[in-house]
């Protein structure tokens, strides 16, 4: 079965910048739109960015924008979400899915799944 692995997550102070990464098991992603979305503590999961895929467009939530680039490595079949800048705010379990409906921004229109990976920002 197909499947996505993030990781990257981790610890870090407001400012700092993270790399995330998502693996894909099957040669299949190399052609789907991918994002990233993430879910805080009771709250619900939340678009963050996705990429076309050709790689070359993208699409952002505001609050990301300007701060946040997602990437994807086609040879490697992997996709980055680099996340500089980062605030307390954007602590949340960050996970990645195909995109199967291309500008949408509600996770039904995303599957399969990651597991997710933490991110921590500190004050």
């Known amino acids: 079965q197909a499947q996505l692995v993030e990781s990257g997550g981790g610890l870090v102070r407001a400012g700092d910048s993270l790399r995330l990464s998502c693996a894909a098991s099957a040669s299949t992603f190399r052609t789907y739109a991918m994002g990233w979305f993430r879910q805080a503590p009771g709250k619900e999961r939340e678009f963050a960015a996705a990429?076309?895929?050709?790689?070359?467009?993208?699409y952002y939530t505001d609050s990301v924008k300007g701060r946040f680039t997602i990437s994807r490595d086609k040879a490697k079949n992997i996709v980055y979400l680099q996340m500089n800048s980062l605030k307390p705010e954007d602590s949340a379990v960050y996970f990645c899915?195909?995109?199967?409906?291309?500008?949408?921004?509600?996770?039904?229109?995303?599957?399969?799944w990651g597991q997710g990976t933490q991110v921590t920002v500190s004050a």
């Open positions: 899915a195909a995109n199967r409906k291309w500008l949408s921004r509600n996770e039904v229109d995303f599957r399969p």
């Open positions: 990429i076309s895929g050709s790689g070359i467009s993208t």
